[in-house]
């Protein structure tokens, strides 16, 4: 069976096609040691773990296996010279970036304050609450000679991009694509009462345009209609239009499970860190995406976007997460984003995604995120 975070997206989003923009395969200093040899990176097809939404306070922790096998904490790590590998001490980590020192608040809970709240990390847990928002790593921090340690890749992609707080975008132009998923006889996802995912995209991305052009943004959608676009059109308008940003609106759906609820924000994997959401199993840590020339601004984007969109709705916060297999964002030249506002499975979020006054929510909250 796939995983639960896979079913999230592939049943009420078929962001998957076989076209795409080329690959490239990355030359690693050390061939394949990014892969670290801690037995946390599925290389095999078994299902990756399920990508529930799950609360970092409420992740169940899970016991730190196979420690002796992982690459070995350097002794003294300079915050210039991080290494691309091994795993660093949380106490090191939060001195190097001038936060305060970790402090354990639960059992297997560590916190570190930040200037604006605290980052909260669970070894055994892929997800961090990082000043109030979920963001899922690459690697859970794991115990090493009793301490809680990071893995350096997160460090340097996840971590360091949040270090410090919301950044200004400084986009290139002021020229954003949004990309209402689905349209024609895509209808993405259905909710109760024939509710289709296609056109509540449609309309939060009409409203959200409205609000950016009022900004001073020049807006463009993917399609105004109900229309069905592929995936390599949506990709080339936003060439075609040099867009200095793009964001590609979905809501979710999960058959299997209709009490399950909240937002989603994904962006594409960085080289050598595992995705918190994968396709059939597979996530080829060494393929580079165009769109992996952007992964700080795309999970600045996404972490941003995300905070505005929970913050507006109060919706369970269903994390920033990483996927490689999304082709519509990993295949942009420009910091690219895609939103999951809501599971229509769900009948009482269905219900909230149905009323115009909602969607003005989402809409007002992304027009905030993205200034
Ligand atoms: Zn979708």
Known sequence: MLAAGLVLVSVGCRTERPADAPLTEVTLSTPGAYVVSTGAVDRSASPSPPAAAVPAAAAQPRQPTDASAAAVTPSAVSPARLPTNGWIALAKWSASAGLGQPHRIAMETYAVATPRGKAVFQPGSQCVRWEGVNVWLGFAPRYLEGQPHLHALDVQRTLGPLVGGPRPLAPRSRVVVLDPGHGGADGGTQGARDQLEKNFALDWALRTAALLRQKGWEVHLTRTNDLDLTLPE??????????????????????????????????????????????????????????????????????????????????????????????????????????????????????????????????????????
């Open 234 to 371: 949506r990709i080339v308008a936003a060439d075609r239009l040099c867009a200095s940003l793009f964001v590609s609106l979905h809501f979710n759906g999960l058959a299997a499970d209709a009490r399950h609820s909240g937002i989603e924000t994904f962006c594409t994997t960085p080289v050598g860190l595992p995705s918190s959401v994968k396709r059939n199993g597979e996530d080829l840590l060494a393929v580079e995406h165009p769109n992996n020339r952007f992964d700080a601004e795309n999970l600045r984007l996404a972490y941003r976007i995300h905070r505005e969109l929970l913050s507006a709705t109060q919706a369970l916060d269903g994390g920033v997460r990483r996927a490689r297999f999304i082709s519509v964002i990993r295949a942009q030249g420009r910091p690219a984003v895609l939103v999951e506002g809501g599971f229509l499975s769900n009948p009482a979020e269905a219900r909230r995604v149905a009323t115009p006054a909602y969607r003005q929510k989402l809409a007002e909250a992304l027009a905030r995120a993205i200034e």
